[in-house]
């Protein structure tokens, strides 16, 4: 070991230098870059030219890393598609757990290992560690359902052997006793529920209340490792409570967050990637060059690792009909052994159940499954398809015009079109107008500058933004023009909530865009972060769509609800009732959908309880003299009573 390489500066620089150049150097030689990170790390570990000593840093490096890894694999599941796939997710996690164990058992009484040994060494192969989870999201493939099956097993996995070997070391430790399992099961359940449905309410309330990037980052940093912490405590391993907050954060943020991407960034960027280096560190090759013994236990120990998985995945594929891409790639996902099979040896290890040549056979099968899971993953992955609702983009949000003034002001706009934009594979366009006038070189300068703020603001490098300078008579003829020229599908404007002068609608520009265009407008008046909203209600008064226009009103505000990741309520008027629950009947949904009736006439005071929780849609169609009988002065009158976000969806035919 070179001393100097254990300085924090030398160190870090070493694993990061390793991390950056080895997925490099496999990628050249066609395999995945997971696989050259894991070689890298045998390469300097203890057992390779010993750079590294398996110490306390690396140790907790890689320990943050799996933390991350499980909780990415849980906030990358569509939760909506979790729950509607959870009996599905049930009976893999059954398959891949029941199989694996019962072999593992089997092996052990070969080995002869006493009946503990044989139990735990059973529940080391019953779990399966997400380690090329981060191919399928490059992929973009997460959403599939065959991958939240396996996603959602994982979890059922993993407390089971966490289960068995508090069961194993009560036994050990002469303190198996009901009472204690009891407890453990009913602290476990407790904890699951607090999670899965009181993390998202307490994220809604504190996004509600504090807006900002880093605020929301940290939120999410800290429920993180509060779950993973409070898993730990009760007697469970970190890494069910890490998935678990995954997945209860997937519920709390829209689905294209910029937040989301920071926290993923963070953890495939490094910690995630250090893990896996370490995983390469603490396996030792030349054991099976020292002992024949040793290579025969760990050709035993991989048999059970692979055939007990196939036999899992075949049996969950023929009974859903996956798919031969589905199938391999749930098997590749699901093969891999290491979150929790390497904590099980070692516990092993150290309580004399498992002797070192099962171990290191152990470590060897842990570093062949890291290789050949990322392999079939990488080979198989791109021929999946993702749910069919994502196969089509909405055309009606896929050229987005956001016209802006001041950005700061405007800023829950821009983040608006840019969840519907990156909902739809849509391209969001910021627009700014200056009056075409003698003298407006300061005005240009500006222009630019302001443009120059938006990507800033909006912090996301996943967002396809452009941004369009103008020069125009007036602000409406450079709106409209550049609608035309750039062939938008959808404007969304900012409404201050009252009219400008009394002889308009809803203001004068806001007008003279509406009823001077063929284009789609969505009109907010935008008071809360969007991060926060708890629901989508939209409104249907009597008469006010053409019945011919409720399925692109309803298709609108359904991607509406999934960009926010939010259910989606709709007040209808008796009239549309049939129309309404019609179209629900024939259309596929990932978010919750309700319908109520109104009775009587809207009373926009009564929609105050729901204050600054819900996103209010108000439909528009047709002319101005359509508008005026229809809806009236209801958005005004909304926005009066109603302090919470407000929009006006105005088709024009």
């Given at each position: 070991?070179i001393e100097?390489?254990?300085?924090?500066?030398?160190?870090?620089?070493l694993?990061?230098t390793?991390?950056l150049?080895?997925?490099?150097l496999?990628?050249r030689?066609?395999?995945?870059?997971?696989?050259g990170?894991?070689l890298?790390?045998?390469?300097?570990?203890?057992?390779g030219f010993?750079?590294l000593e398996?110490?306390?840093?690396?140790q907790?490096?890689s320990?943050?890393g799996?933390?991350?890894l499980m909780?990415s694999?849980g906030?990358?599941v569509d939760?909506?598609?979790?729950?509607r796939v959870?009996g599905r997710?049930l009976?893999?996690?059954?398959?891949?757990f029941?199989f694996?164990?019962?072999?593992g058992?089997?092996?052990?009484?070969l080995?002869?290992?006493?009946?503990?040994g044989?139990?735990?060494l059973?529940s080391?192969f019953a779990s399966?560690?997400?380690?090329?989870?981060p191919?399928l999201?490059r992929?973009?493939v997460t959403?599939?359902e065959?991958?939240?099956?396996t996603?959602?097993a994982t979890?059922?996995?993993?407390?089971g052997?966490?289960?068995?070997?508090?069961v194993?070391?009560?036994?050990?430790?002469?303190?198996?006793?009901?009472?204690?399992f009891?407890q453990?099961?009913t602290l476990l359940?407790i904890?699951?529920?607090?999670v899965?449905?009181g993390?998202?309410?307490l994220?809604k309330?504190?996004?509600?209340r504090?807006?900002g990037r880093?605020v929301?980052?940290q939120?999410?940093?800290v429920?993180?490792f509060?779950?993973?912490l409070?898993?730990?405590l009760?007697g469970?391993?970190e890494?069910?409570g890490?998935?678990?907050?995954?997945?209860a954060?997937?519920a709390?943020?829209p689905?294209?967050?910029?937040?989301?991407?920071?926290?993923l960034f963070?953890?495939?960027?490094?910690f995630?990637p250090?893990f896996?280096?370490?995983s390469?560190?603490?396996?030792?090759?030349f054991?099976?060059?020292q002992s024949?013994q040793?290579?025969?236990i760990?050709l035993?120990v991989?048999?059970v690792?692979y055939?007990s998985?196939?036999?899992a995945?075949w049996?969950?594929a023929?009974?859903?009909?996956?798919?031969?891409?589905e199938?391999w790639?749930v098997?590749?996902l699901?093969h891999a052994?290491?979150?929790?099979?390497?904590p099980?040896l070692v516990?092993?290890l150290q309580?004399?159940?498992f002797?070192?040549?099962?171990f290191?056979?152990?470590i060897?099968m842990?570093?062949?499954t890291?290789?050949?899971?990322?392999?079939l993953?990488q080979?198989?992955?791109p021929g999946l398809?993702?749910a069919?609702d994502?196969?089509a983009a909405?055309?009606?949000?896929g050229?987005?015009?956001v016209p802006i003034?001041?950005p700061?002001?405007q800023?829950?706009?821009?983040?608006?079109?840019?969840?519907?934009?990156?909902?739809?594979?849509?391209k969001?366009?910021?627009l700014?107008v200056v009056?075409?006038?003698r003298?407006?070189?300061l005005?240009?300068q500006?222009?630019k500058?302001?443009?120059e703020?938006?990507?800033?603001?909006l912090?996301?490098?996943?967002?396809?933004?452009?941004?369009?300078?103008r020069?125009?008579?007036?602000?409406?003829?450079?709106?409209?023009h550049?609608?035309?020229?750039r062939n938008?599908?959808?404007?969304?404007m900012g409404?201050r909530?009252?009219r400008s002068?009394?002889?308009t609608?809803l203001?004068?520009v806001?007008d003279?865009?509406?009823?001077?265009s063929d284009t789609?407008?969505l009109?907010?008046?935008l008071a809360?972060?969007?991060?926060?909203m708890?629901r989508?209600?939209?409104?249907?008064?009597?008469?006010?769509?053409?019945?011919?226009?409720?399925?692109r009103?309803?298709d609108a505000?359904?991607?509406l609800?999934r960009a926010?990741n939010?259910?989606?309520?709709?007040?209808?008027d008796?009239s549309?009732l049939e129309?309404v629950?019609?179209l629900?009947?024939?259309t596929?949904?990932d978010q919750?959908v309700?319908?109520?009736k109104?009775l009587?006439?809207l009373?926009p005071?009564?929609?105050e309880k729901h204050i600054?929780?819900d996103?209010?849609?108000?439909p528009?169609?047709g002319?101005?003299q359509?508008?005026?009988s229809?809806?009236g002065?209801l958005?005004e009158?909304?926005?009066?009573s109603?302090?919470?976000?407000l929009i006006i969806?105005?088709?024009?035919?």
């Open positions: 070991m100097q390489l254990q300085e924090p500066v030398a160190f870090f620089l694993i990061m390793i991390i150049v080895t997925p490099l496999s990628e030689i066609h395999l995945p870059g997971i696989v990170i894991i890298g790390g045998m390469l300097i570990g203890p057992h010993h750079l398996d110490g306390d840093r690396i907790f490096l320990t943050i799996l933390v991350y909780f694999a906030l990358e939760i909506n598609q979790f729950m959870r997710a009976v893999f996690g059954v398959l891949t029941t694996p164990q019962l072999m058992m089997g092996l052990g009484w080995l002869g290992l006493d009946w503990l044989c139990i735990l059973g080391a399966h560690t997400l380690i090329a989870f191919i999201t992929l973009g959403r599939n065959a991958v939240a099956v996603a959602g979890v059922l996995t993993d407390i052997a966490f289960i068995i070997l508090a194993v070391l009560g036994a050990k430790s002469g303190q198996l006793e009901i009472g204690y009891l453990l099961l359940s904890f699951t529920l607090l899965i449905f993390l998202p309410r994220g309330f504190i996004f509600q504090l807006s880093a929301e980052f939120f999410v940093l429920a993180l509060v779950a993973a409070t898993a730990e009760i469970v391993h890494v069910v890490a998935f678990l907050a995954g997945l954060i997937n709390t943020l689905r294209h967050s910029p937040v989301t991407g920071h926290v963070m953890g495939e960027a490094f995630i250090v896996l280096l370490y390469g560190m603490i396996t030792d090759p054991t099976f060059i024949g040793t290579v025969i760990a035993g991989t048999v690792a055939i998985k196939f036999i995945s049996l969950t023929r009974i859903y009909h996956y798919t031969r891409a199938f790639t098997y590749g699901s052994q290491a979150a929790v099979t390497i099980t516990i092993g309580t004399g159940l002797d070192t040549q099962l290191n056979a152990a060897l842990i570093l062949l890291s290789i050949t899971s990322p392999l993953v080979k198989f992955a398809k993702q069919s994502e196969e909405s055309p009606l949000f050229r987005i015009l003034a001041s700061h002001t800023q829950y706009l821009l983040s608006l079109a840019n969840l519907l934009a990156r909902e739809s594979n849509g969001v366009m910021a700014n009056r075409d006038e003298g407006q070189t005005g240009i500006h222009q500058e302001l443009l703020r938006v990507p800033e603001l912090s996301d490098p996943e967002a396809e933004i452009e941004l369009i300078p020069l125009a008579d007036t602000l409406s003829q450079g709106i409209l550049t609608s035309i020229e938008i599908s959808l404007i969304i409404w909530g009252k002068i009394q002889q609608i203001g004068t806001l003279e865009v509406i009823w001077g789609p407008v009109i907010g008046k809360y972060p969007l991060n926060g708890r989508v209600l939209l409104i249907l008064p009597a008469k006010v769509l053409a019945p011919a226009v409720m399925r009103m309803l505000n359904f991607i609800a926010l939010a259910p989606l309520h709709i007040l209808a008796a549309y129309l629950n019609e629900i009947e024939h596929e949904l919750p309700s319908v109520e109104m009587g006439p009373r005071h009564e929609l600054d929780s996103l209010l849609v108000v528009g169609f002319s101005r359509r508008f005026l229809s809806v002065d958005p009158r909304l926005a009066a109603f302090s919470g976000n969806l105005h088709f024009d035919r």
